[in-house]
T-cell receptor, first 114, second 114 residues
Framework: KAGVTQTPRYLIKTRGQQVTLSCSPI?????VSWYQQTPGQGLQFLFE???????NKGNFPGRFSGRQFSNSRSEMNVSTLELGDSALYLC?????????????FGPGTRLTVT | AQTVTQSQPEMSVQEAETVTLSCTYD???????LFWYKQPPSRQMILVIR??????QNATENRFSVNFQKAAKSFSLKISDSQLGDAAMYFC???????????FGEGTQLTVNP
């Protein structure tokens, strides 16, 4: 099976712009979670989508949003970019419904805001 | 809410030796999972081992094993016969059974010396 894929891998944006990141989960996985990784804050949970619905949300401002499509692919959007949004954004998928679940991560999208 | 603490920012070990990485956590959940993830320089998060909180038996995966002390809320990772490829950042994480949200520790940078 193919792993979790994320596009693009690298992105450079200017402050004030918006950006959309994409994540394709492992085939059959219906849950997609997003995480932000920065040197200062570490790994922080953004949100989780399951069956096209946001099921869980972390403590991020409303500028961060996401969605999930019927094929389980997910996108996250960040509007009005700030310098502090520079980070590695990781997507993870999991097979919900099994007795033990685990998340498989994609390679991440490195976002740089200038 | 869950919190995860890794008190060792850096650790080093000689090749073929054994090293133990520490992790403590706090949770109000009665049922949860604990994980160790490895993040090499490629930034790809790789699941190393997982432990279901309701299981008393410590999980083992080849050279990797955990020491799960539920009462003490401690979850350490032991790497036996360390190899150069084990060099990476290691993250301890906890997960709720009610969703896919993972809470990560600060990470421990492991160096393996030849």
């Amino acid at each position: 099976k193919a792993g979790v894929t994320q596009t693009p891998r690298y992105l450079i944006k200017t402050r004030g712009q918006q950006v959309t990141l994409s994540c394709s989960p492992i085939s059959g996985h219906r849950s997609v979670s997003w995480y932000q990784q920065t040197p200062g804050q570490g790994l922080q949970f953004l949100f989780e989508y399951f069956s096209e619905t946001q099921r869980n949300k972390g403590n991020f401002p409303g500028r961060f949003s996401g969605r999930q499509f019927s094929n389980s692919r997910s996108e996250m959007n960040v509007s009005t970019l700030e310098l502090g949004d520079s980070a590695l954004y990781l997507c993870a998928s999991s097979l919900v419904g099994t007795s033990v679940y685990e998340q498989y991560f994609g390679p991440g999208t490195r976002l740089t805001v200038t | 809410a869950q919190t995860v603490t890794q008190s060792q920012p850096e650790m080093s070990v000689q090749e073929a030796e054994t090293v133990t990485l520490s992790c403590t956590y706090d949770t109000s959940e009665s049922d949860y999972y604990l994980f160790w993830y490895k993040q090499p320089p490629s930034r790809q998060m790789i699941l190393v081992i997982r432990q279901e909180a309701y299981k008393q038996q410590n999980a083992t995966e080849n050279r990797f094993s955990v020491n799960f002390q539920k009462a003490a809320k401690s979850f350490s990772l032991k790497i036996s016969d360390s190899q150069l490829g084990d060099a990476a950042m290691y993250f301890c994480a906890s997960g709720e059974t009610s969703g896919s949200r993972l809470t990560f520790g600060e990470g421990t940078q492991l160096t393996v010396n030849p």
